[in-house]
């Protein structure tokens, strides 16, 4: 089965903090995504990747960064954290062949940024 | 908005009973997805129905789809209360991405 980790479950930080949300999936899949869910709001692509060392920005990027040194790991980075940035995080990840872009997810971090 | 639309937005209904999501979308689709969300936690994948296919099951779910309406329906046959939890549809959207419906929020009482 395939396995999506996300580091944490709840995170606390404060305004103006970096903050690191960890993303590892053992499946050896090319493409990650980093989504943030808000009430009413749905699932919203922040940031994916489809290479190790490539990133694409998707729907709202403004705010976040992400790295990509090996294929199974994606890091999501709140460069300086905004109480608007509080939210449910969700990493996924997904083949690029004979897929049919089937994602897989982590269980998700709840940030609270205060 | 490039999402689909899934109605109900909410439905609430008794253990035994069947549940209909029905969910819409505005471009041409490849394949259609059904993922499933328990309360906190990430989504699970139900069942994807290509755009050749009319309908699938899976189990107690009922996938159809109809592309000249471009919607798509999600019928849960003799629901349990473990079934209480989002459930959205979601298609691709180009580079092996996927766009998520807001979802139909699903409470089956016992």
């Known amino acids: 089965d395939v396995k999506v980790t996300q580091s944490s479950r709840y995170l606390v930080k404060r305004t103006g903090e970096k903050v690191f949300l960890e993303c590892v999936q053992d499946m050896d899949h090319e493409n990650m995504f980093w989504y943030r869910q808000d009430p009413g709001l749905g699932l919203r692509l922040i940031y994916f990747s489809y290479d190790v060392k490539m990133k694409e920005k998707g729907d709202i990027p403004e705010g976040y960064s992400v790295s990509r040194e090996k294929k199974e790991r994606f890091s999501l980075i709140l460069e300086s954290a905004s109480t608007n940035q509080t939210s449910m995080y969700l990493c996924a990840s997904s083949a690029s062949r004979g897929s049919l872009d089937i994602q897989y997810f982590g269980a998700g971090t709840r940030l609270s940024v205060l | 908005s490039q999402q689909g639309e899934e109605d109900p937005q909410a439905l609430s209904i008794q253990e035994g009973e069947n549940a209909t999501m029905n969910c819409s979308y505005k471009?041409?689709?490849?394949?259609l997805q059904w993922y499933r969300q328990n309360s906190g936690r990430g989504l699970v994948h139900l069942i994807l129905?290509?755009?050749?296919?009319r309908e699938k099951h899976s189990g107690r779910l009922r996938v159809t789809l109809d592309t000249s309406k471009k919607s798509s329906s999600l019928l849960i046959t003799a629901s349990r209360a473990a079934d209480t939890a989002s459930y959205f549809c979601?298609?691709?959207?180009?580079?092996?991405?996927?766009?998520f419906g807001a979802g139909t929020r699903l409470a089956v009482h016992p």
């Open positions: 471009t041409s689709i490849n394949n």
């Open positions: 979601a298609r691709t959207g180009g580079y092996n991405k996927l766009i």
């Open positions: 129905i290509r755009s050749n296919e």
